[in-house]
């Protein structure tokens, strides 16, 4: 995978200046890439964020919870969610949040005895209520289990957010959404990295909204 990244470093036949000048000019690249994408987002989403996370704050208000999910990388960053809005140290305000990834006997559990399309899903029919907040993460906004999780969270009555990449897959097809984020990119690395700047805009927007401040 790394001659995909870096293919001058399999090139051959140059020498080390040109090998870390080629180093730098890639690096510089990829950071104006993921500048562009983060200006590209603000513009196109950055009224629906404010709109998400005044909807978010309300959940919470009510007593809502907040959980959150994706697949590989992405069930890193539901993880990452839940922790930045259930423990976000300093004066900021502890929300509950709950990662959909992390209880490894209940997900081998339904992948083995049901199929993996539904381990998410299942914990949403189990837990979710109506007023709490399902955030599903993705790439691709292909996967099946999350799909069929945002369908669940929909009947239910939840606010239902999806982040996902590309043009939206499949979750941009999917009935019941209320917000969704999409990072216009096919590199999965800049998806995320994006979509990291787009939770984290969340959480603090609904912070503040919580707080009563205008933004």
């Known amino acids: ?5 870096y293919p001058f470093l399999y090139a051959g036949g140059s020498g080390l200046d040109t090998l870390l000048e080629d180093v730098r000019r890639s690096t ?40 959150t999910f994706g697949n590989g990388g992405s069930s890193t960053d539901a993880q990452d969610v839940a ?23 209940v997900v081998t559990a339904l992948s083995n005895d049901v199929g993996f399309e539904v381990v998410f899903a299942r914990q949403l029919a189990a837990f979710g209520r109506p007023g709490d907040i399902a955030l599903a993460l993705s790439t691709s906004g292909n996967s099946d289990n999350l799909i069929a999780a945002l369908r669940e969270a929909a009947r239910r009555g939840m606010t239902v957010v999806g982040l996902a990449g590309y043009t939206g ?47």
């Open 83 to 105: 922790a930045l809005f259930l423990n976000p140290g300093g004066s900021a305000r502890p929300l509950p949040a709950l990662a959909l990834t992390t209880d490894v006997a």
């Open 169 to 215: 897959g499949q979750m941009a097809e999917t009935p019941g959404l209320h917000h969704l984020f999409t990072v216009p990119s096919s590199s999965v690395h800049r998806v995320q990295e994006a979509q990291t700047t787009i939770y984290h805009a969340l959480w603090e927007l609904t912070q503040l909204e919580l707080a009563g401040e205008a933004f």
């Open 1 to 5: 995978m790394t001659d995909m990244l």
């Open 28 to 67: 510089r690249e990829k950071a104006d890439e993921i500048v562009r994408l983060r200006e590209a987002v603000l513009e196109r989403y950055g009224e629906d964020l404010a709109a998400c996370a005044a909807r978010m704050a309300g959940a919470f208000r009510s007593g809502g919870r907040l959980f």
